[in-house]
């Protein structure tokens, strides 16, 4: 069955960067796309951008553009996400979800909690 | 980037009724690239439907969704008490992909 598993939570200082992972199974990963999206704490969802596990391609979130880098590592059929210049506001639950065909979501990890605090 | 929006914040029913969601689109979306999420507390959303009225896998036939260019609804048709949650609509027909805000839909 298809699976994402992503790394455990995070704390970080502002100005600091964290790098979270996605480690898929079940599937051929350069079939399908990886985006990260996240959530504030009683927020709505926010799209962060989108990889290719294919060729490594990327779309950023303007918002995010310059700040976050996606890799993937398809040795492992894994996933990365770094978010780079933390702030307060970047303090959310961090989720990769597969691509099913063209930007719909159709399998998500558990999530990454990232809490930024001085 | 394409904002959508919404209606209502917040949806008050009771199981067996029919549950109504709105989402509107700030131009109109190229193709039918819009999708519906379900997401419970301390879960990650679900995929309920894609490409406006496309049914994942698995899930049940009382939800239907609709729409065109800048209007779209997603439909529950009799509430069962494991539908109550927050609903977000998605769409992925530009590059710069969005979500709605959501719309909690809670027991009467």
């Known amino acids: 069955q298809v699976q994402l598993e992503q790394s455990g939570p995070e704390v970080k200082k502002p100005g600091a960067s964290v790098k979270v992972s996605c480690k898929t199974s079940g599937y051929t990963f350069t079939k399908h796309g990886i985006n990260w999206v996240r959530q504030a704490p009683g927020q709505g969802l926010e799209w962060m951008g989108w990889i290719s596990a294919f060729n490594g391609n990327t779309n950023y979130a303007q918002k995010l553009q310059g700040r976050v880098t996606m890799t993937r590592d398809t040795s492992t059929s894994t996933a990365y996400m770094e978010l780079r210049s933390l702030r307060s506001d970047d303090t959310a639950v961090y989720y990769c979800?597969?691509?099913?065909?063209?930007?719909?979501?159709?399998?998500w990890g558990q999530g990454t909690l990232v809490t930024v605090s001085s | 980037e394409i904002v959508l929006t919404q209606s209502p914040a917040t949806l008050s029913l009771s199981p067996g009724q029919r549950a109504t969601l709105s989402c509107g689109a700030s131009q109109r979306l190229s193709s039918s690239y819009l999708a519906w999420y379900q997401q419970k507390p301390g879960l990650a959303p679900r995929l309920l439907i894609y490409d406006v009225s496309s049914r994942a896998t698995g899930i049940p036939d009382r939800f239907s969704g609709s729409g065109s260019g800048t209007d779209f609804t997603l439909t529950i048709s009799r509430l069962e008490p494991e539908d109550f949650a927050v609903y977000y609509c998605q769409q992925y027909g530009s590059s710069q992909y969005t979500f709605g805000q959501g719309t909690r839909l809670e027991i009467k």
């Open positions: 979800a597969r691509e099913k065909y063209s930007g719909e979501f159709d399998y």
